[in-house]
């Protein structure tokens, strides 16, 4: 596609109930990021994947967190047991090249609300 | 790991006014500088970087200045519109994230940039 898609837009879930969310990167993109955006401020890293390899998941806050890309394109984000703080903006972000700096391509995220 | 501050967390002008937003950093290895602006509902979206190579880079009424010995990176925006009301971020990236260079960004907290008719 023409950009980086992520579904669903908007999730609201009860406390304790498990979520996937989705990221469709940009056709051809090597690299794959997830943010996580709290209410106000900027986004934080939580892991990245470089094709189907899973590089650094060093920011994934807890062990419900969990990020896989089996075949190198579309991303998961699964967060079990979900909890309040748990509550924000999963940004998800892709770039053609891996081990050097570019701006890479944000999708418009998917809003959690853990209720 | 790396640490950016952003200043100021809001900024008012009147249209056509200049706008200016500063950030610091901490980790002397990072060499690349993005900024994003972020619209209401939408993922941010990139409107000029910097590499540590250069000092100034410009982009029509963009422009982004770079002290790295100051470890201080700044964001300039000329003759503002109102549309360019939205949040803006700095970042920088973590050279030394494990010894890989992809791009992992650290994000300033954002400036809320209102453009006043």
């Known amino acids: 596609g023409a950009g980086v898609s992520q579904s669903p837009r908007y999730k609201v879930a009860k406390r304790g109930q498990d979520v996937a969310l989705r990221c469709d990167p940009i056709?051809?993109?090597?690299?794959l990021f997830w943010y996580q955006q709290a209410l106000g401020q900027g986004p934080e890293f939580l892991t990245y994947f470089q094709n189907e390899a899973q590089l650094d998941k060093s920011g994934l806050p807890s062990d419900r967190f969990f990020a896989e890309r089996p075949e190198g394109s579309v991303s998961t984000l699964k967060i079990q047991r979900t909890q309040q703080e748990d509550s924000a903006v999963y940004l998800c972000a892709s770039s053609p090249i891996h081990g050097t700096y570019y701006g890479y391509t944000f999708g418009s995220g998917t809003r959690l609300t853990v209720v | 790991g790396e640490n950016v501050e952003q200043h100021p967390s809001t900024l008012s002008v009147q249209e056509g006014d200049s706008a200016v937003i500063k950030c610091t950093y901490s980790d002397s290895a990072s060499n690349y500088f993005p900024w994003y602006k972020q619209e209401l509902g939408k993922g941010p979206q990139l409107i000029i970087d910097i590499r540590s190579n250069v000092g100034e880079k410009k982009d029509q009424r963009i422009a982004v200045t770079l002290n790295k010995t100051a470890k201080h990176f700044s964001l300039h925006i000329t003759e503002t519109q109102p549309e360019d009301s939205a949040v803006y971020f700095c970042a920088a990236s973590d050279s030394n994230a494990g010894g890989t260079s992809y791009g992992k960004l650290t994000f300033g907290q954002g400036t809320i940039l209102t453009v006043h008719p």
């Open positions: 056709s051809g993109h090597v690299s």
